[in-house]
């Protein structure tokens, strides 16, 4: 059994940066929130304390930052009800029951000041530079979903509301079965994003999230009803009191792109580029939106209309990732600065004294 579970909580998205960090600690008993600038070692520490308990056995979800995916924003260990998690700009996360939940760990007392102020005019000037390459990033994606709504439109009026209608109470009635002991209050929702628009590009890490779960596959063009159907089954999971873990999309956050109910062992998803993805397993299932819904021949009738489109958002999507990638060089300037200035020996300490309460809460 996989005991792994990776995931982004936090998105550069067309609405700008969007997090649902909140929705995933609302279990947890002990949150550690780590202060401090770039290159501080906030990602090495929470990958190695969350590494420590992974090979002791434990369950730990690892959240990716979407502005380098090889960094961790944050990791849960849900067994211990036990958190860790970078608390700095853009995902300023503060203390909700100070000293009895959630504590700041501050490992800027482990940085030499002086030396940083001997380079106080850098800081200041990469910093701003940093802030100004995610608003040229977000307005890129802002333009690209303007242009993808017009792409969107092309299907819609293509689209037969009454069958779509028809088909999502089918899939709902089929996923969703009635909950013979739902409580008040015991159901959980997970707000998480399927995948990230990245300085490399849209990353996803559907194959960890749908492990293990019958896969329904949706496919389909933009416009033709994706996020609508997995609305109203997260709608129904939720008000038949499943836990539901909703997974927004990375570009626009105010769509869906997957829904997993684990008590019913499914997983729905989206399944169009940038997270294509095709059936490998005699469980896994496809749904085509655009041969069920749509007129046929609409693609034909409106190649060209499609065609300039499709080429105008993904330039500005791609514009959109070059300012990330641009913006990325700058902010590694700034860590190895601040990297320099640090002591890792106290911030080793910090971590032992984390992990060392870790542990007695696992006693």
Known sequence: MNKELHYFAGGNTAKGFVHFF?????????LFILKGGPGTGKSSMIKSIGQEWLDSGYF???IHCSSDPDSLDAMILPELKVGIVDGTNPHVIEPKYPGVVDDYVNLGTAWDRSRLLTQKDEIIALSNQIKEGFQKAYHSLAQGLALHDDLEKIYINEMNFEKANKLAERWVKQLIPEKSHSKSGEKRVFKRFLGATTPIGPI?????LTEGLHRYFIKGRAGTGKSTLLKKIANAAKDKGYDVEIYHCGFDPNSLDMVIVRELNFAIFDSTAPHEYFPSKNTDVIIDLYELLITPGTDEKYAEEIKRATISYKSKMSEGINHLAKTKELRDQLEHIYTQAMDFTSVDKIRD???EEIKSLAK
């Open 204 to 208: 996803d890490y559907v194959d960890s």
């Open 353 to 355: 004294k984390i992990n």
């Open 60 to 62: 730990v979800e690892w």
């Open 22 to 30: 909140d929705s995933n600690f609302q279990d947890l008993q002990r």
